[in-house]
């Protein structure tokens, strides 16, 4: 257990893997992005709009009333002064009541927003083919559809009130700044050049930090997810220390790089901080000053230092939120990365629809690798005749399991060519291609769920006689009966509250529920008891009558009756013929067959 776990194909790992060095690398294009998101709720975001205006606009404007308030005070004008209290008051209630409509709204568009984005990245990776999944960490796809979206919603739901706020305060401050003093506006405005050199700075660093820590939470989730899926075996060998060691490095990594984005982000608030608390301190001295001297009211004064305050206090606020945005884009360009991603190409209009196949199978010079450099098939070629049963024979790696994949179409070839009932299976339709072919794995998954949802996962529209009759073929149907619900019995994931033996039995339902022309067993009887693979095989024998059949398996004395069976070593066939027929020839496949039946006598 030495790294995340790979997605479900064979091929090896591939760029974009947890724990490389990543940056930022268009963040103006995924801001871009980001907003053609926004057209799902503009209603909600304009009323948003609307209502921070008003809200800001109504706040902003009893500074002025104060500065009058505090003029009335001094000049003992006792009506002035009631006017501007229930002026104030007004514009106090007026802001309140249209900033709660404002988070409302913009609740309602960070969530549907978060919504459409969410189902797109869902969408999208249905849709990517399995030499996707084979670079990909399952833990690390699970990171970008959680939290990468989630840092996506809390910067709409956070970043986006801030920002317009700012914005609004920033306009409003500066045409009543000017409106009670151009020269005091002037002192204010000096300190924005040096504000925008801080902010350029810290931000121009902490964007790639923020980027590696999206990408080290990636590579920790595809650990946990590995080691929580595997606990059976971390604990059979006795792995703990191992995994714990593996969690503690990722761990280590993650903290270090959030350690260096978030102390590098902070210094950003002291700094602004004290350039705006320097410049409060020149305007008082030089606004009272001007006051002595009588240019200005002292409640001029008074309500041109408190904007003054509101007008520096936007630049502090978008300094704070520079964390939630990198973050969030740092997020967004990861989800977006897997969104670009080529997904399989769609089927030609006039693609061949398989609706009523034949079973007729045949390989021609058929050559594959998971990458360019390293071929797994060589020049395999072999026919097999509708309603035969072909066994795939030989070494783990050999090849066996990358045969039945190119003829699901999972991977393209390199080279060569596959037909079905003489038509290129490049020609075929993919989806009708897949209705036509059943698949059993050695490695059988459950879905959460009842056992009557996922027996009728390979016939959604199954009749309740159809997914009896399949579970009494599968001889699954006497233990179903006896679980506490039978067939509405749930399903832990992955069916983790069933036996090895019983998930397979159920995985075999579902194929023969499917009723597929062509049926494909892969390992499919090598993880349950000599019994219970004695009513498979049965089972089986008389679900392959009329199908064409492609059975992969180390146990030879499952395959005796197999038309052909083709020995696969290094890519290649290197024999091919039946049972006796290999036998006779006393080469790699008679050797194979003696030394297990030894094994099984001994």
Same mark, same amino acid.
């Given at each position: 257990?030495?790294?995340?776990?790979?997605?479900?194909?064979?091929?090896?790992?591939?760029?974009?893997?947890?724990?490389?060095?990543?940056?930022?690398?268009?963040?103006?294009?995924?801001?871009?992005?980001?907003?053609?998101?926004?057209?799902?709720?503009?209603?909600?975001?304009?009323?948003?709009?609307?209502?921070?205006?008003?809200?800001?606009?109504?706040?902003?404007?009893?500074?002025?009333?104060?500065?009058?308030?505090?003029?009335?005070?001094?000049?003992?004008?006792?009506?002035?002064?009631?006017?501007?209290?229930?002026?104030?008051?007004?514009?106090?209630?007026?802001?309140?009541?249209?900033?709660?409509?404002?988070?409302?709204?913009?609740?309602?568009?960070?969530?549907?927003?978060?919504?459409?984005?969410?189902?797109?990245?869902?969408?999208?990776?249905?849709?990517?083919?399995?030499?996707?999944?084979?670079?990909?960490?399952?833990?690390?796809? =699970?990171?970008? %559809?959680? *939290?990468? !979206?989630? #840092?996506? /919603?809390?910067? $709409?739901?956070?970043?986006?009130?801030?920002? @317009?706020?700012?914005?609004?305060?920033?306009?409003?401050?500066?045409?009543?700044?000017?409106?009670?003093?151009?020269?005091?506006?002037?002192?204010?405005?000096?300190?924005?050049?040096?504000?925008?050199?801080?902010?350029?700075?810290?931000?121009?660093?902490?964007?790639?930090?923020?980027?590696?820590?999206?990408?080290?939470?990636?590579?920790?989730?595809?650990?946990?997810?590995?080691?929580?899926?595997?606990?059976?075996?971390?604990?059979?060998?006795?792995?703990?220390?191992?995994?714990?060691?593996?969690?503690?490095?990722?761990?280590?990594?993650?903290?270090?790089?959030?350690?260096?984005?978030?102390?590098?982000?902070?210094? =950003?608030?002291? %700094?602004? *901080?004290? !350039?705006? #608390?320097? /410049?409060?301190? $020149?305007?008082?001295?030089?606004?009272?000053? @001007?006051?002595?001297?009588?240019?200005?009211?002292?409640?001029?004064?008074?309500?041109?230092?408190?904007?003054?305050?509101?007008?520096?206090?936007?630049?502090?606020?978008?300094?704070?939120?520079?964390?939630?945005?990198?973050?969030?884009?740092?997020?967004?360009?990861?989800?977006?990365?897997?969104?670009?991603?080529?997904?399989?190409?769609?089927?030609?209009?006039?693609?061949?629809?398989?609706?009523?196949?034949?079973?007729?199978?045949?390989?021609?010079?058929?050559?594959?690798?998971?990458?360019?450099?390293?071929?797994?098939?060589?020049?395999?070629?072999?026919?097999?005749?509708?309603?035969?049963?072909?066994?795939?024979?030989?070494?783990?790696?050999?090849?066996?399991?990358?045969?039945?994949?190119?003829?699901?179409?999972?991977?393209?070839?390199?080279?060569?060519?596959?037909?079905?009932?003489?038509?290129?299976?490049?020609?075929?339709?993919?989806?009708?291609?897949?209705?036509?072919?059943?698949?059993?794995?050695?490695?059988?998954?459950?879905?959460?769920?009842?056992?009557?949802?996922?027996?009728?996962?390979?016939?959604?529209?199954?009749?309740?006689?159809?997914?009896?009759?399949?579970?009494?073929?599968?001889?699954?149907?006497?233990?179903?009966?006896?679980?506490?619900?039978?067939?509405?019995?749930?399903?832990?994931?992955?069916?983790?509250?069933?036996?090895?033996?019983?998930?397979?039995?159920?995985?075999?339902?579902?194929?023969?529920?499917?009723?597929?022309?062509?049926?494909?067993?892969?390992?499919?009887?090598?993880?349950?008891?000599?019994?219970?693979?004695?009513?498979?095989?049965?089972?089986?024998?008389?679900?392959?009558?009329?199908?064409?059949?492609?059975?992969?398996?180390?146990?030879?004395?499952?395959?005796?009756?197999?038309?052909?069976?083709?020995?696969?070593?290094?890519?290649?066939?290197?024999?091919?013929?039946?049972?006796?027929?290999?036998?006779?020839?006393?080469?790699?496949?008679?050797?194979?067959?003696?030394?297990?039946?030894?094994?099984?006598?001994?």
């Amino acid at each position: 257990m030495q790294g995340p776990r790979r997605g479900p194909g064979r091929g090896p790992g591939g760029p974009g893997a947890p724990g490389q060095k990543v940056k930022l690398k268009d963040g103006k294009k995924t801001v871009i992005r980001l907003l053609g998101y926004l057209k799902h709720v503009k209603l909600y975001l304009i009323g948003a709009m609307i209502a921070l205006l008003l809200s800001s606009v109504a706040s902003l404007a009893a500074p002025r009333v104060s500065g009058q308030l505090v003029d009335a005070i001094l000049n003992k004008d006792g009506n002035l002064l009631l006017q501007m209290v229930a002026f104030m008051g007004a514009l106090y209630i007026i802001s309140s009541l249209f900033s709660w409509l404002q988070q409302i709204w913009l609740v309602k568009v960070s969530q549907h927003t978060v919504q459409v984005l969410r189902k797109d990245l869902f969408d999208r990776i249905q849709l990517l083919p399995l030499r996707f999944f084979d670079s990909k960490p399952h833990g690390e796809l =699970m990171s970008r %559809l959680t *939290n990468d !979206v989630d #840092n996506v /919603s809390n910067m $709409l739901s956070q970043s986006m009130t801030q920002v @317009m706020s700012s914005c609004i305060t920033l306009v409003v401050s500066l045409v009543m700044m000017l409106t009670l003093s151009w020269e005091l506006t002037l002192v204010s405005l000096a300190a924005i050049p040096l504000s925008m050199v801080i902010v350029r700075q810290v931000t121009g660093r902490t964007g790639k930090l923020f980027k590696e820590q999206q990408a080290a939470l990636g590579e920790l989730n595809g650990i946990v997810e590995e080691t929580v899926t595997g606990a059976r075996v971390v604990k059979v060998f006795g792995r703990e220390p191992n995994v714990i060691a593996d969690f503690e490095k990722s761990n280590e990594k993650l903290t270090k790089v959030g350690v260096k984005a978030t102390v590098l982000s902070s210094v =950003m608030g002291p %700094l602004m *901080n004290a !350039v705006n #608390n320097i /410049s409060f301190a $020149l305007v008082a001295g030089i606004g009272g000053w @001007m006051a002595i001297s009588g240019r200005v009211s002292v409640g001029g004064i008074q309500s041109f230092l408190q904007y003054s305050r509101q007008f520096a206090r936007p630049f502090n606020e978008l300094a704070n939120q520079i964390t939630v945005v990198q973050s969030a884009l740092a997020g967004a360009e990861r989800v977006f990365e897997i969104m670009d991603t080529e997904p399989e190409p769609e089927d030609d209009p006039q693609a061949y629809l398989l609706d009523k196949p034949k079973g007729h199978v045949v390989f021609e010079d058929v050559s594959f690798g998971y990458t360019p450099e390293k071929m797994i098939l060589k020049h395999v070629s072999f026919e097999a005749k509708p309603g035969q049963t072909i066994a795939l024979v030989g070494p783990t790696g050999a090849g066996k399991t990358t045969i039945v994949n190119l003829l699901m179409r999972f991977y393209d070839l390199n080279g060569g060519r596959i037909f079905i009932d003489e038509h290129d299976i490049t020609d075929i339709r993919r989806q009708s291609l897949r209705d036509s072919l059943g698949m059993v794995l050695q490695d059988v998954y459950l879905f959460s769920g009842t056992v009557r949802e996922n027996i009728c996962y390979g016939k959604l529209d199954a009749t309740e006689e159809e997914m009896i009759r399949a579970a009494k073929m599968a001889n699954c149907h006497s233990f179903i009966t006896r679980l506490p619900k039978g067939y509405d019995t749930p399903l832990s994931e992955d069916g983790g509250n069933l036996s090895q033996g019983q998930r397979q039995l159920l995985s075999i339902a579902r194929a023969i529920l499917a009723d597929p022309k062509v049926l494909i067993l892969d390992e499919a009887t090598s993880s349950v008891d000599t019994r219970t693979e004695m009513n498979i095989q049965a089972a089986m024998l008389a679900l392959m009558q009329g199908r064409t059949s492609f059975v992969i398996a180390h146990r030879l004395s499952t395959i005796r009756s197999a038309d052909q069976i083709l020995v696969i070593n290094d890519g290649q066939i290197i024999e091919r013929g039946t049972h006796d027929q290999l036998m006779e020839q006393n080469g790699f496949y008679a050797r194979l067959s003696n030394s297990q039946y030894r094994a099984k006598s001994a």
